[in-house]
């Protein structure tokens, strides 16, 4: 169990520290999320995980054991702690199977040829292992990245923005080898990213950070269902997001729950041609396959809408919403 209190960490010249009372608790297997703006103390975090810089203040502990500090090693990281930058850091003169041996090149022949070929097929490589890196395209590349970390059987892996590189085809690919890695091998896994999405569908747990602090964290259902502020309710897809005071003016009666603004997201509003909470007009269509999102002007506001991708609206027309208030969510800014 990785187990992190209280991390701190500020650079010269700023006035804010990067990150800023870091907490949390990881079991073997798990895979935590950390997402937030760029500058919310993402990678600060994650270089801090891995030992490659000192925290101000905190502790890392390990099975219940602190780890060492960076300065006081020779050289800075940990073993049990493995890293997977964003550029990948691929030997471009070793092939796939020698950029793997790499960590492992003085363990013992037998174990290292018996993790060598273990990893190779867990990341699907195997026919790939004599090519260089040059040869091989970017989504090959992160896996060869990823196989090099887990070579040396970590227990804590660390993957910096896993996603930005990818197309949707192979982020999804992705995504299941995340939870294959986690449920197979019984590496925690840490991975920080921009991509919410992607977020919700492989982690256990998130944590969404704004400028160094952890605003909300919790399972993936949680924060897209019971965002604590717009900041994160809007990190997880489109949300119509208004003032409480028009509550009372959409839906003709008062409120009496606590928040200055309220928010519900499209899927929860029905679109039909008969009586509704509200009417309005079509200002445009965005189609998305399986489907179709509405902007539709009602009582003087715009709103986002999900529809099924077999019906088809178009601009001009005249269409009645029926909001689900139960999924409405209240919040403080």
Known sequence: MLEIKRLKKKYEKQKKAAVNNLSFRLQNGQVLGLIGESGAGKTTSLKILAGLIDPD?????????????????????????????????????????????????????????????????????????????????????????????????????????????LDKPRRNRFLRLIRKISSETGTSIIFVTHEANDALAVADSLMVMKNGYVIQKGTPRKLYNIPINSYVARFFGEINIFPVELYESFFNRSCTEMGNYFGIRPEHISVGTQQGDLSGTIQNTMFFGSYSLLTVKAANSEWIVNCPSDQTYKAGERIDLKINKEEIKFFWE
């Open 57 to 165: 203040e905190g502790t890392l502990l390990l099975n219940e054991e602190k780890l060492i500090s960076p300065k006081n090693k020779l050289i800075p990281g940990y073993k049990e702690i493995q890293m997977v930058f964003q550029d990948f850091e691929l030997l471009p003169n070793f092939t796939v199977y020698e950029n793997i041996r790499h960590p492992v090149l003085y363990s013992n022949v037998q174990y290292r040829e018996v993790q060598i070929n273990k990893v190779l097929k867990l990341c699907e490589l195997e026919h790939l292992q004599q090519r260089f890196p040059k040869e091989i395209s970017g989504g090959q590349q992160q896996r060869v990245a990823l196989a090099r970390a887990l070579v040396s059987e970590p227990q804590v892996l660390l993957l910096d923005e896993p996603f930005s590189n």
